[in-house]
């Protein structure tokens, strides 16, 4: 069974959490930042015990010990910090790593300078700069690192370690330099695959971003065009209507039941083209405008189901509405004609048997429509809701679907496609109760204005 899920957030903190994608990102980075920085307190403390006491040279572990607690201090306020504050600027992740340097740099000089072979942690700091900083603070921590490195050289004591380069791995300098070195390969492929991580993250929530902007700026225009041409239609229509209700009257057309039958129901369908205008020229408008009729989510579906099956050449039928507990809600014509789409494009498909079913699942309402027909290929369902992604072969086809996905985005909803194991194919609307529902006192509120109308 192959599926595919469009999922929408509609909810203002829903957006507002998408729009700052660029701050989750950082805060992200800072949190690896402390990570690392627990990891160098224990790191540190056990080489100082080892080198004290194990290869018995002589360090001074109070001082050392002091900045270490000065360490972990600033790294539990850094902790604390981020936890309440979400926005993190490329200053403070700068200055984060400038904390680390000093750290860094006051345990050297207090141990041998640039004699320490783990003087090559600023390699460290310098590339975690290239990976998390801008270019001014990437260059900034090297010229900081290098003058470090410099100043170690010419004002801190050598370290009284034995080279004994021909002893090879039992040379405390050259053991030294492999814990170094494996130290920071293993630190950087650890930590650099999580902020590559979060930074291609960002870089996936900002494509989401530009593609619903070029989804939205599309529906605007064809918004723009639907109003354009439901008032132009107007006027011929109204003519229309105006010139058949005269025919109706003249003796020509009186004599004639036959002919007169033709022309009421010419009549008819132009009031139906009159209707769908209205409609669009609502929906174009306020979702729930002056026009928008109170009523309650079973009886919306039941109508809208009666609607459907009496203007659709639907062979069979299958309704089930299981919703339950019914809820009040303003009947909404956007919404009405995104579960139309939905229904047309099953009938399309299957033109012997449709099915609705719908149902209340925990806070949301869920609509789920199955035909019998052949179902969505697999390059339609990854691209599913995406404009002119259709197999239909004719201008503008896949517009309906497009349009169901967007208008489930603006209520905070979701779309599901998938094939039926057994042919034909199911498309899912899940919609939030609170998006399409009525507050009790918002309900009593259109009561009243009903009774003082």
């Known amino acids: 069974m192959t599926e595919v899920t469009v999922i929408a957030p509609g909810s203002p903190s829903d957006r507002a959490e998408t729009v700052s994608h660029g701050d989750a990102t950082g805060l992200k980075n800072m949190q690896q930042l402390i990570q690392l920085r627990w990891i160098a307190v224990v790191g540190q403390i056990a080489t100082i015990l080892v080198v004290h006491f194990g290869f018995g040279i002589r360090l001074p572990l109070d001082q050392m010990l002091a900045v270490l607690a000065c360490l972990a201090a600033f790294n539990a306020a850094s902790q604390f910090r981020w936890r309440i504050h979400r926005d993190v ?46 270019a001014w603070s990437t260059w900034t921590m ?83 065009l639907a109003s354009g041409a439901a008032h132009e239609l107007g006027t011929p229509l109204a003519t229309l209507a105006v010139i058949l209700g005269d025919w109706q009257h003249l003796p ?64 069979s039928f299958t309704y089930e509405n299981r919703f339950g507990h019914d809820l009040p809600m303003v009947s909404d014509s956007a919404l009405k004609q995104m579960i139309f789409n939905v229904l047309d494009n099953a009938l ?40 002119y992604q259709s197999t239909k072969g004719r201008p503008g086809a896949g517009l309906g679907l497009f349009l169901v996905v967007n208008v489930a985005r603006t209520l905070g909803g979701r779309v599901e496609a998938r094939n039926r194991p057994e042919g034909g194919a199911v498309v899912t609307l899940t919609l939030p109760l609170a998006a399409i529902t009525l507050e009790e006192d918002e309900d009593d509120e259109l009561e009243d204005e009903g009774h003082g109308s």
């Not at 490329?90 to 000093?102: G, H, I, Q």
């Not at 290098?146 to 100043?151: N, Q």
């Not at 004639?256 to 020229?281: F, H, N, W």
């Not at 729930?288 to 009886?299: F, H, L, M, P, W």
């Open 89 to 134: 600027s490329n200053t403070e992740l700068f200055v984060a790593l400038l904390v680390d340097v000093a750290m860094l740099t006051a345990q050297l000089y207090l141990s041998g300078g640039a004699t320490n072979p783990f003087v090559f942690l600023y390699l460290l700091q310098v590339i975690l700069a290239a990976v998390l900083l801008e």
């Open 252 to 315: 020509h057309f009186t004599s004639d039941p036959e002919l007169l039958a033709e022309v009421s129901e010419m009549e008819a369908q132009v009031q139906r083209c009159k209707s769908i205008l209205s409609g669009i020229l609502l929906s174009a408008g306020e979702a729930r405008g002056e026009n928008s009729v109170e009523t309650t989510v079973s009886t919306f579906l039941d109508d809208l189901v009666d609607e459907w099956r009496d203007t659709r050449p639907v062979t």
């Open 348 to 387: 399309e498909a299957s033109p012997r048997w449709v099915a609705l079913e719908a149902a209340h699942d925990g806070d949301d309402l869920t609509l789920t429509v199955s035909d019998r027909g052949p179902g969505f290929a697999l390059g339609m369902l990854a691209q599913f809701g995406k404009p």
């Open 142 to 224: 090297v010229g900081v690192t290098t003058a470090c490195f410099a100043g170690l050289a010419l004002f801190s004591g050598p370290l009284s370690i034995p080279l004994n380069h021909d002893r090879g791995l039992l040379s405390p300098y050259i053991l030294g330099v492999l814990i170094c070195f494996a130290l920071i390969a293993a630190l950087l492929v650890v930590f650099i695959t999580r902020i590559s991580r979060n930074l291609r993250g960002r870089d996936a929530r900002l494509a989401a971003l530009r593609q619903r902007a070029a989804e939205e700026e599309h529906i605007v225009r064809m918004g723009l």
